[in-house]
């Protein structure tokens, strides 16, 4: 971590002194979903009890790490995706993006964006994202087709759940 915290702050650097292009991004990975498909080489796993809140307070401390370093560099873009981060709690989404906002400064006019998916966008998680300033959702909607799905662990992405999805949005 050393190493990369004096990366950031020789890029901070140069970006200050404008000998570095100032468009830097914030990824932050929520490796959980709420079930696992059958065809996904992703990060991503079911949590075990506890562990979406141990991971929060990891990526805070990450975070923390990083803070001076990027003191002062504001953010043009913040993604988090996984995983599925909307099958988080809505007090830890909100929680995650409350942290990033303590920590970094982000531009007014920042892409903010979240992967979900429709079995767990509801509208208390639509009002959460849209509260911390979430501008765009990437909608994982691998088929509509009942037997692929079916065949593919994929719960809740059938087509009444996209289109109850999009209407929240």
Known sequence: PDEAV??????????????APDDVGLYVHWPFCPSRCAYCYCDARVPAAGERARH???LIHEMDMFRDALRGIALSRVQVYGGTPTCAETKELGGLFRAI????????????AVEASPATLTGE????????????????????????LAC?????????????ALRRL
Not at 103 to 111: G, N, T, Y
Not at 152 to 164: C, H, I, N, S
């Open 6 to 19: 004096r990366a950031w702050e020789r890029t901070a650097r140069l970006i200050r002194e404008g000998r």
């Open 56 to 58: 929060l307070l990891a």
């Open 101 to 112: 906002r303590d920590r970094f400064v982000v531009k007014d006019s920042a892409e903010v």
């Open 125 to 148: 998680m639509v009002e959460v994202l849209a509260r911390h300033g979430v501008g765009s959702v990437d909608l994982g909607l691998d088929s509509l087709d009942e037997r692929v």
């Open 152 to 164: 593919a662990g994929r719960r809740g992405q059938d087509l009444a759940g996209a289109e109850r």
